[in-house]
């Protein structure tokens, strides 16, 4: 996804991408995509869950499940690849995470494991 | 007496009025060319896409929606394999074609396109996606182009969608 002032709240992505190249993604915000806001969403089980690439601008992450991407059998085959729940490239200051839960990241707030109170 | 025969009319014209459904084109089967969608449509079956390398459907209207009414959209890649991680120019499910206010309304589901599920092509502004499974496209499920605006996706679930091409980073949404 790279458009402008997008909402993307409550899907499910689960099993999405190739791990070969790294770049697929449950949930993508791509170069050029500006002022988007990723909220509530549920992801595992893809290359990688949260993909927010170099040229992403003012992305907002809040109240997202982005837990087991990849998959384990992607992780054992390609120890070396640039795989994980949530993976950040954009500059700092341009991506706002909020109470996401989430357990690898790269430059973002990995691992937070919240536990909620009943309600 | 004749008074009283108009109001027993015009009552019946209003319950009338109201009774009747809004206007809907109505598609399923197959599909062998585009299906362009002026105004609110609703499957009412499922519908296999033989479309060649064109989109199954294109908006060609402002303000209207498309309802899926829990039926479903089959491309022609391999329910497998997809497209073993080729993506196929223009094979789209569904396009906004650049038009404004329009709306995909599951459930539903889109599958087996040999390009996105569904694009929401630059120029369109307010597309709302709703309530849809994406499954097995060789791009992404739901694609936002970059001048897309004020686009929401939501309530959606995208399951096995992607390609291997390089530089082309897809997946989900």
Redesign the interface.
Known sequence: ??????????????????A??D??????V????NDNVIEENN?SG???GL?I?AGARNTIVRDNVIVGNPGIQIGNLKPDARHADILNLAPAGQTYFERNVCVTGVNAPCPVLVVRPPQ | MAQRRHIVLAAAIVVTALAAPAWADQVSGTLTRTFVIVEDTDLVGDVVCNVGSNPCFSFGASNVELRLNGFSMTGTANAVTGCGGAIFANEFGITTNGQHNVYVRGPGLIQRFRNFGITVTGGSRGTRIQGLTASTNCGSGIRVTAAAFDTVVEGNRLTRNGASSVGAPCGGI
């Not at chain 1, 790279?2 to 999405?16: A, D, F, K």
């Not at chain 1, 791509?30 to 995509?33: K, Q």
């Open positions: 996804m790279n458009g402008q002032n997008s909402r993307v709240r409550l899907n499910e992505t689960h099993g999405n991408g190739y070969e190249p770049d697929d993604f449950g949930i993508g791509i170069d050029g995509g992801v893809n290359t990688n993909f690439t």
